[in-house]
Structure formats: C-alpha cells, structure tokens
C-alpha cells in the first residue's frame, strides 16, 4: 500500500526558508517520479516541482526556479523540497505525489 507523509510547513516570514519532507512506504523512492504539488486559496492544484526516478533529473515551475529545490534520500526513502527565499505568493497547502497517490499535505504560510 502507498502511503506518502508530508511535514515541514510553517509560518516563515518573506525571505525565509522552509524544508519539507514527505516520508514515501509501500515503494522505495528511487523507482518512481516523484513530485510537489501546492494548493493556494482558492485556485487549483499547480505542479511545483518534479524528480524523476531514475537519474535523478529534476524540473521546476518556472515561478520556483532557483529558490526550491527538490531532492531524495533513498536511505530514508524521502523526498524533500527545499524553499528559500520564500514570498506570500508561495502560500499553500503543498502535496507529495507518487504512483497516483496523494499525502495528506502540509501548510506553508508566509508572512510577515
């Protein structure tokens, strides 16, 4: 059974930096894509980050280029996107995606 677990979210100021992570069982990282997704206030799901399993190549939404980054530890079957330089307009609930299955999300509230 696939089960993915999001954590990290938070309130951070503009400028900060957030790191989240989703904890991935029922398959091991390393053989599928994986991806990011955020919710903001009332508009859609919008893809914000993507690795594919394998090589390793990643691709952004060009409104996170060079600020997230998205990464994996195949020790502990994680999957992690690092936010810096965060602005109010990267306000959502953002979602680990993998293998058709959704985690629970978590909150990146940013605010001075």
């Known amino acids: 059974q696939v089960q993915l677990v999001e954590s990290g979210g938070g309130l951070v100021q503009p400028g900060g930096s957030l790191r989240l992570s989703c904890v991935l069982s029922g398959f091991t990282v390393n053989s599928a894509a994986m991806m990011w997704y955020r919710q903001a206030p009332g508009k859609g799901r919008e893809l914000v980050a993507h690795i594919t399993g394998v090589g390793s190549t990643t691709t952004y939404a060009d409104s996170v280029k060079g600020r997230f980054t998205i990464s994996r530890d195949n020790t502990k079957n994680t999957v992690y996107l690092q936010m810096n330089n965060l602005q109010p307009e990267d306000t959502a609930v953002y979602y680990c995606?993998?293998?058709?299955?959704w985690g629970q999300g978590t909150q990146v509230t940013v605010s001075s």
């Open positions: 995606f993998a293998r058709g299955s």
